[in-house]
């Protein structure tokens, strides 16, 4: 699962020099902030052949309009009505620095890939009266995440992203196995509620 990630200004530098368009809203602010579910965020997707740096609210509104879904299992998304539309038109990459998850004594774990590269998710939106909202995808964890959470974003390589906002080439990656990461553990917990 992924419930909250971390977006650094730096990354956010590259991502406007590697688009061919940016729209408006993300030319010139500033995101070395955490991004939480219902946040609007930065995302690249394609567009009349252009890659393109826009802004997408996260989560698609739940059912009965009851919360969000701001994840889909990669393993059963094509097969989820409510993920079809977005899955295999609109699909996206949304750019992190790190994310996190929490351990089993509520404590704050952050993931980083291993040789400090930015993290791709792979993930996918779609229109709900008149707003784009995304969901991100997960897999199984891996060896590197397992221990904390049995979940994580599915993550493209760098090489990978025109491949998944292909129309003919993205279905292979959501069997991908994601490159293993490191965590640390921070000082915040997670608010119990009673």
């Known amino acids: 699962m992924c419930g909250r990630y971390h977006l650094e200004d730096e990354l956010m530098e590259y991502f406007r020099q590697r688009a061919d368009r940016i729209e408006e809203e993300v030319k ?14 930065p995302i690249l997707y394609k567009e009349d052949k252009e890659i393109v740096l826009g802004l997408k609210s996260w989560g698609y509104p739940g059912f009965k309009g ?7 299992r990669s393993e059963t ?5 409510t993920f079809i539309n977005g899955i295999f038109n609109k699909r996206i990459i949304i750019p992190a620095s790190s994310y996190y998850e929490w351990n089993a004594v509520k404590e704050k774990v952050a993931f980083y890939r291993k040789d400090n590269m930015p993290i791709y998710m792979a993930g996918f939106y779609d229109n709900f009266e008149g707003e784009d909202k995304f969901v991100i995808l997960t897999t199984n964890a891996n060896t590197s995440v397992d221990n904390i959470h049995d979940r994580m974003p599915l993550i493209l390589e760098s090489e990978q992203m025109e491949d998944w906002l292909d129309d003919e080439k993205w279905v292979k990656y959501l069997s991908l196995i994601p490159t293993d990461l490191r965590h640390t ?3 915040e917990q997670q608010n119990m509620l009673f």
């Not at 009851?66 to 889909?72: D, F, Q, R, S, Y």
């Not at 998304?77 to 009505?81: G, I, L, N």
């Open 28 to 41: 010139n602010e500033s995101y070395d902030r955490d991004i939480y579910p219902s946040n609007d965020a």
């Open 77 to 81: 998304v094509t097969k989820k009505k």
């Open 185 to 187: 553990q921070t000082m």
């Open 66 to 72: 009851k919360g969000l879904l701001i994840n889909a």
